[in-house]
């Protein structure tokens, strides 16, 4: 079973120790087996020190850190459930190989697909179009790391970190803001898994029979058959969540493998439908001289590379809310390093097909599932593969898109949401996003949507990784992070972090004057400065929220929180 059958199958309940009458037992074993590895941890430092290159060894053992998750001994019932308990020694399930084929499941899927095909789309050539994808995901593994590695040392998940710099009640301001990304993506996966349902339809009946129906409603922007494969869609998938995800488990284990191969073959038949690789990789770069972009090359990569680092810049955040279930440091290390080359590899295969489409087609097409149901090879391959691209969308959307808004509601309020009723609220609120205009054109996908929720995560990344590796030097007080005390180390004032608020919105408002510039809610000409920091709203964000965060935790009203 891999990662994210294992991952799924442990999000309803949760494997973290439960919180019951015989929770002081339990707390009591676990403090003796963390009395325990303390000792051992002394004793290998020791050791570390008296060998030679001692800083080089000093430097790996300091990130290696052994688990140290133990249950809370005395938690306010508002701020602790089964759901956010943590994920002690025992309850840990996966290893290294485990979150290679989770990341596997997740990059094999029509966004990365499209997200890659747009890059040609905006101009580049597919060699540029690699290396922004590989810059983007290298940056992005760093960053996982990091995240990940509180989840792995505490057991802890996103909403339960953010209490630390954001304080126990205050952490619900990111953790919801988090939720609602995940919700817009819910939405556009849908509107995918929907999309390729309409293509089916139109197959089985022929003759775009199902398709001359789709005219579309000025209003919505979209057609009614359209519109009813998509709540088909977000149907079959409520209706997983809320009988549990153990109804996908095998469906999960065997989707990436079925994509993969399907991926494959759609390389292959654009190689021999275009007259070899030569054809479709000879597509020169739109910024060269005599192209339709000369020199406008730094103006679509700075957002393109934002655009590739805020496509998992949600994952990036919420990813303790796996890693608090790998087995130690080195398997969430390892398990993710295999990101920047899945990525890579898909990315290739999306930009070489999309160059090939418009060698074959004239026009190049970056809409994958619109790229199936025009392949000739009779009703049975149009059908399978449609067919697999929605089976992948939907185990990619349950795992990616439900687990992260999930845990911010039950955070919220653990004593009113589960999982099952936090996934309702979640397919509710994706309708509102209007899925089908955000995937209209590349650069409303890339612009608005990609850019435009990273000015919102970057500020949130910034001040969690500031607090937890320099204010507090990888240190965390589990108890303090379970209660409402206002002697607690997280109670800060109310229970709101006043530091991490201020930098949370200096993070993300540089970037609002060219947001709404770009989705047309701004008709006034803004300087050129604004559009330029919008376009790097992941960086903006991330660096600003951060400095400011550090400068205000320097006063001695935070300081007494540290």
Not at 175 to 183: D, H, T
Not at 395 to 420: E, G, H, M, Q, S
Request: charged share 10%; aromatic share 12%.
């Amino acid at each position: 079973m891999n990662g994210a059958s294992r991952i799924l199958g442990s999000i309803a309940p949760l494997a973290a120790a439960p919180f019951s009458s015989s929770r002081q037992q339990g707390t009591t074993h676990f403090q003796r087996s963390h009395t325990m590895e303390l000792h051992e941890e002394r004793e290998l430092h020791r050791n570390l020190l008296s060998m030679p290159h001692r800083p080089a060894f000093t430097a790996s053992y300091c990130f290696l850190e052994p688990i140290c998750a133990t249950l809370p001994s005395n938690p306010d019932p508002s701020l602790a459930s089964q759901d956010l308990a943590p994920v002690c020694k025992e309850g840990r399930l996966l290893s290294s190989w485990d979150m290679t084929f989770l990341w596997l499941g997740l990059v094999v899927g029509v966004p990365n697909y499209y997200l890659a095909g747009s890059l040609v789309e905006l101009g580049m050539a597919w060699w540029q179009g690699i290396g922004t994808v590989l810059l983007a995901n290298v940056i992005t593994y760093c960053i996982l790391v990091l995240a990940a590695h509180p989840g792995t040392k505490y057991g802890i998940s996103f909403p339960v970190l953010l209490r630390a710099s954001f304080g126990v009640f205050g952490a619900n301001v990111p953790a919801l803001l988090r939720g609602f990304v995940a919700c817009g993506w819910y939405g556009i996966e849908t509107w995918i898994g929907g999309e390729a349902i309409f293509r089916i339809v139109d197959v089985m009946l022929g003759k775009n029979r199902f398709s001359n129906l789709a005219e579309s409603l000025p209003l919505l922007g979209t057609s009614v058959p359209e519109l009813g494969c998509f709540f088909l869609f977000w149907l079959l998938q409520l209706w997983i969540v809320w009988n549990g995800i153990e109804s996908i488990k095998k469906l999960e284990k065997y989707s990436a493998p079925v994509l993969i191969v399907l991926t494959v073959a759609l390389l292959v038949w654009a190689v021999v439908s275009a007259g070899g690789f030569g054809a479709m990789l000879a597509a020169s770069s739109a910024f060269g001289r005599g192209g339709r972009k000369e020199g406008k090359f730094w103006q679509v990569f700075l957002p393109s590379l934002t655009a590739n680092i805020g496509t998992w810049s949600t994952l990036s955040l919420n990813i303790p809310d796996f890693s608090r279930y790998t087995y130690s440091q080195a398997d969430q290390i390892l398990g993710q390093a295999s990101l920047p080359l899945f990525m890579a590899a898909f990315s290739f295969v999306g930009l070489a097909v999309t160059s090939a489409s418009e060698v074959i087609f004239g026009h190049a097409i970056s809409n994958p599932i619109e790229l199936l149901s025009r392949i000739r090879g009779g009703f049975l391959v149009a059908v399978v593969s449609l067919i697999g691209v929605t089976l992948a969308t939907l185990t990619t959307n349950i795992a990616a898109n439900v687990v992260a808004p999930a845990n911010a509601l039950v955070n919220l309020d653990p004593k009113r949401f589960t999982y099952r009723s936090s996934g309702l609220v979640v397919a509710v609120i994706s309708v509102c996003f209007l899925p089908w205009k955000l995937l209209q054109t590349s650069e409303s996908f890339i612009y608005a949507w990609l850019v435009g929720y990273s000015a919102l995560l970057g500020p949130i990344g910034g001040i969690l990784l500031a607090d937890y590796y320099i204010l507090r030097q990888r240190k965390l007080d589990i108890d303090s992070l379970y209660s409402s005390s206002n002697t607690g180390k997280y109670w800060y004032s109310k229970g709101v972090n006043p530091a991490a608020m201020v930098a949370l919105t200096a993070g993300i408002l540089p970037c609002i004057p060219g947001f709404l510039s770009t989705v047309g809610l701004l008709k006034l000409k803004i300087p050129r400065l604004l559009l330029a920091l919008y376009d790097g709203a992941w960086f903006v964000g991330f660096f600003v929220a951060g400095l400011v965060y550090l400068t205000l935790s320097c006063f001695p009203r935070v300081e007494r929180a540290l």
